[in-house]
């Protein structure tokens, strides 16, 4: 099975850390993790990604468990903006992406 | 930046009518991908193409086909549209490897 599995949804105060998990138990050793997410009304727009090392970004950094089974996008300080439906996806790294789970809806409270 | 342009935002037709819904991508990428995302469900992969004149089936092609005659332009066509695929459509462009997904705004559908 491709899919990843998330949270539906998750609640967070604004300016304090979120941490979004997402399982891919069944990874193979060239996938890559790709994080997206979707602001009501758009297309999905492209988050971060990886592949074993933990990554940073002017978004966001990602944590990929030493197993490879999980990963946990990190949004150090949530904004209001950052209220969105996040995306957890595996890319075979053939350029084919595979279908997207529901993904986790996060609410961030002012 | 990317820029990949759905023809439509919204787009109302009716059961049985053939159905095109257009994706151009300026940026010389390899493959194309459509989706459609439905409540609850997430996005599901419906066709994809990593060449002109290529194309693979995601998981849900059943009722779609996809036309790739140009490297910028990705067509899904509804052959007999019916009313469980109103839906919203979205359409992405990669250059492929471990490379990102840049996605258009997407098309409502709507079939009555």
């Known amino acids: 099975d491709a899919k990843t599995t998330q949270p539906n949804s998750m609640e967070s105060n604004e300016e304090e850390p979120v941490h979004l998990p997402c399982n891919h138990s069944t990874i193979s050793g060239t996938d890559y993790i790709h994080w997206y997410r979707q602001l009501p009304s758009q297309g999905p727009e492209y988050v971060i990604h990886g592949l074993t090392s933990n990554v940073n970004n002017r978004m966001a950094s990602l944590a990929i468990a030493e197993d490879r089974k999980s990963s946990t996008l990190i949004l150090h300080r949530a904004t209001l903006r950052d209220a969105a439906v996040y995306y957890c996806?595996?890319?075979?790294?053939?350029?084919?992406?595979?279908?997207f789970g529901g993904g986790t809806r996060l609410m961030v409270k002012p | 930046d990317v820029k990949v342009t759905q023809s439509s935002r919204y787009l109302v037709k009716r059961t049985g009518e053939k159905v095109f819904l257009e994706c151009v991508q300026d940026m010389d990428h390899e493959n194309m991908f459509w989706y459609r995302q439905d409540p609850g469900l997430g996005l599901r992969l419906i066709y994809f193409?990593?060449?002109?004149?290529?194309?693979e089936k995601g998981d849900i092609p059943e009722g779609y086909s996809v036309s790739r005659e140009k490297k910028e332009r990705f067509s899904l066509i509804l052959e007999s549209a019916s009313t469980n695929q109103t839906s919203m459509y979205l359409c992405a462009s990669s250059t492929g490897g471990e490379e990102k997904l840049f996605f258009g705004s997407g098309t409502q559908l709507s079939v009555l």
């Open positions: 996806i595996r890319n075979n790294n053939a350029g084919n992406m595979l279908t």
């Open positions: 193409s990593y060449d002109v004149k290529m194309k």
